[in-house]
């Protein structure tokens, strides 16, 4: 385990290996998302998932000194996401298509 302060560690086999928050699973990047994508403030992302304020800071001064890495990783995830969801059916199109069908 590497940890990069008190608050993120970095352990192969957690969570993929990637910067996490220190005791916990939420990763740097699930941070970002929430607070820059999603919109929360830090004291909201606290509130919900139960970490200190410190944490959350550490998380997004981490994410600002790696962010063309990070980005990257979210980037990457989206796309694959969005990959899946073209190859799946989801249940309600495929009931739908399965009552038409009938």
């Given at each position: 385990?590497?940890?990069?302060d008190?608050?993120?560690?970095?352990t192969?086999?957690i969570?993929?290996?990637?910067?996490r928050?220190?005791?916990?699973?939420?990763?740097v990047?699930?941070?970002?998302?929430?607070?820059?994508?999603?919109?929360k403030?830090a004291?909201?992302?606290?509130?919900?998932y139960?970490l200190?304020?410190?944490?959350?800071?550490?998380?997004?001064?981490?994410y600002?000194?790696?962010?063309?890495?990070?980005?990257?990783?979210?980037?990457?995830?989206?796309?694959?996401?969005k990959?899946?969801?073209k190859?799946?059916?989801?249940?309600?199109?495929?009931?739908?298509?399965?009552?038409?069908?009938?």
């Amino acid at each position: 385990m590497k940890s990069l302060d008190e608050h993120i560690d970095i352990t192969p086999g957690i969570a993929g290996g990637k910067p996490r928050i220190a005791g916990h699973r939420i990763t740097v990047q699930n941070i970002v998302i929430w607070y820059d994508r999603l919109g929360k403030s830090a004291d909201e992302i606290a509130t919900e998932y139960g970490l200190n304020l410190a944490a959350i800071h550490a998380a997004l001064a981490y994410y600002f000194d790696h962010r063309i890495e990070i980005d990257k990783e979210i980037e990457e995830s989206d796309f694959f996401l969005k990959s899946l969801r073209k190859k799946a059916t989801s249940k309600l199109d495929y009931k739908i298509s399965k009552n038409y069908a009938a």
